[in-house]
């Protein structure tokens, strides 16, 4: 079938053997909390997947990593929603490094040499906050600060090796003193992970709670974040956040295909409804593909806005087309489908979770349409 053969070529070139090993097992048994999709995501070296390789990573463009995405999320879309989250902070770390000459290329060996899965504690979730707004407080003692706060949900709570949180740093008397994202290890003392998500649908992505009481965290283990709260995002987290929107996306567009797939595969199905479905996949597919292709160039100022704003805008297309598409293929697939197996109603529900992240279209409306206008491109 040529169908989702590009993605699934891609997938094939830079993690050998993970898609026919995920195709083995049932949409239920990938979708489960603790099923196989994280341990075959790890054994086939996924967390290097967008490691430079320089840094002993895959060193898959942005572009390649959206094939990716779609095509891990053909088969179980909390495998792919919950990668997204690592990828989200590998590419946070990668940024920094590039700008910065620091310490963060050993964090980002050790990923790629050890297979460790980085949770991504940040704003999501929570309505009305800006996506950097830190969640977290950090209070400094002596050459140390004491961590404390907690993310819910947090995707790969259980799974993780590491956990990175955007925090407020504040000095002895409690005075703000700046924001950062810590780094910790899962072992921390002080951080626990506690039961929170209750649905099935994409119960896999471990999106549970993670606890912080006082843990411990060194200056060396904090990258500091040039602006904070209001003030809109710098360079380095623009960069960031265009990955998470394209990977995020393409996680779901994955979901979606999976329900077109099924209708490819009933000879009883209308060409003229059936190509319909596909016509909107692949336009949406094309549209992630095109703006991943311009992050993956060097990019700074206002070149950087251009894509931020084209991913916002690709975003904002895939949620809809997503939404729209998995209802058509629900429809075509029919009451009998839906009724003798349980992957169409666990595909239609997942297809609904990208209005769910960060920013939402009605944070981002006022500023892409100042954008547009002519102005700055401030995203809080």
């Known amino acids: 079938m040529r169908f989702l053969h590009p993605e699934r070529a891609t ?22 909390p603790g099923g196989e999709a994280l341990r075959l995501f790890r054994e086939a070296g996924g967390p290097a997947l967008i490691v430079s390789a320089s840094n002993a990573g895959k060193g898959a463009s942005c572009r ?3 094939h990716v995405q779609r095509a891990v999320g053909s088969r179980s879309p909390s495998l792919a929603v919950a990668t997204t989250m690592h990828h989200f902070s590998v590419a946070g ?10 310490n963060e290329w050993m964090l980002l060996e050790a990923i790629a040499a050890n297979n460790l899965l980085v949770a991504s504690g940040f704003a999501e979730g929570h309505s009305g906050r800006g996506i950097l707004e830190p969640t977290m407080e950090a209070r400094r003692d002596g050459d140390r600060y004491l961590l404390t706060g907690r993310k819910r949900p947090c995707s790969l709570a259980h799974s993780m090796d ?3 949180a955007s925090v407020t740093l504040l000095d002895e008397k409690g005075e703000p003193e700046g924001a950062a994202v810590a780094l910790l290890p899962k072992d921390s003392p002080g951080l626990s992970v506690r039961p929170f998500w209750r649905t099935p649908v ?3 992505a471990e999106s549970d709670e993670v606890v912080l009481d006082g843990v411990e965290v060194t200056e060396d283990l904090m990258v500091r974040m040039a602006t904070a709260g209001d003030q809109g995002l710098d360079e380095l987290q623009k960069v960031g956040f265009v990955w998470f929107e394209l990977l995020m996306s393409a996680s779901y567009l994955g979901a979606a295909s999976a329900l077109a797939e099924r209708l490819l595969d009933r000879p009883r199905i209308a060409d003229d409804p ?37 991913t916002l805008a690709c975003r904002y297309a895939v949620q809809e087309t997503v939404r729209t598409v998995a209802a058509q293929c629900a429809e075509l697939l029919g009451g009998m489908e839906f009724i003798d197996s349980g992957d169409v109603a666990l595909l239609l529900a997942s297809c609904s979770g990208l209005s769910l992240h960060p920013p939402s279209r009605a944070r981002t409306a006022g500023p892409l349409c100042d954008y547009y206008r002519g102005a700055p491109l401030n995203v809080t």
């Open 64 to 66: 390649q990593a959206v």
């Open 162 to 164: 590491l956990f990175t």
């Open 202 to 204: 994409l119960a896999g």
């Open 93 to 102: 770390l990668k940024a920094s490094a590039a700008a910065s000459g620091g």
């Open 274 to 310: 059936l190509s319909r479905v596909l016509v909107s996949l692949e336009a949406a597919a094309a549209a992630l593909e095109g703006a991943a292709g311009a992050l993956d160039g060097d990019l700074a100022g206002a070149a950087l806005d251009t894509v931020f704003a084209r």
């Open 11 to 32: 997938l094939e070139e830079l993690l050998p053997g993970l898609d026919a090993r995920l195709a083995k097992h049932s949409l239920e048994e990938l979708e489960k």
